[in-house]
């Protein structure tokens, strides 16, 4: 018999406590022609000591339902920064975020943006561009 209720018991507990769900989000690579493909422009503008890169992109067809842009610096367990960034919808239909940073830094900056499924299931497709595969750092003084 106690068998039985401690079967029960579990069956009961494991039917009613909360489980964890975690969303799916593809990560893509972005190479530059599929940056072209998808309307990305990826740019960098050197100073004397830092460089200012901007993503511009346009607001409709695939990229349409993003949620938000991350600037990523560093990788894997060498991650110095992750945030969000803030987009400037001043361009009707585009929408353009900017970062400023170092030189020496610019090779370990990647720009993800993400954008939900529209079924309404559960995570997305992360776009991650990393800078140094789409613009000449070794041009960016």
Avoid at 11 to 22: I, K, N, V
Avoid at 86 to 115: C, N, Y
Wanted: hydrophobic share 45%; glycine share 8%; aromatic share 8%.
């Amino acid at each position: 018999m106690k068998p039985t209720f401690t079967l029960f018991a579990a069956a009961l507990f494991f039917t009613l406590a909360p489980t964890p769900c975690f969303a799916i989000w593809d990560v893509l690579i972005v190479s530059k022609q599929e940056a072209k493909e998808l309307g990305f422009d990826v740019r960098a503008t050197a100073g004397k000591k830092y460089t200012q890169v901007t993503l511009e992109f346009s607001a409709d067809g695939k990229l349409k339902d993003f949620t938000q842009i991350n600037m990523k610096l560093g990788k894997g367990d060498d991650l110095i920064v992750s945030a969000p960034l803030r987009e400037d919808r001043s361009k009707p239909g585009r929408i353009l975020v900017g970062v400023t940073l170092g030189h020496t830094q610019l090779d370990k900056l990647a720009l993800t943006v993400m954008v939900p499924y529209r079924d309404g299931g559960l995570g997305g497709v992360a776009y991650e561009l990393r800078v140094k595969d789409l613009v000449d750092v070794k041009n960016t003084p």
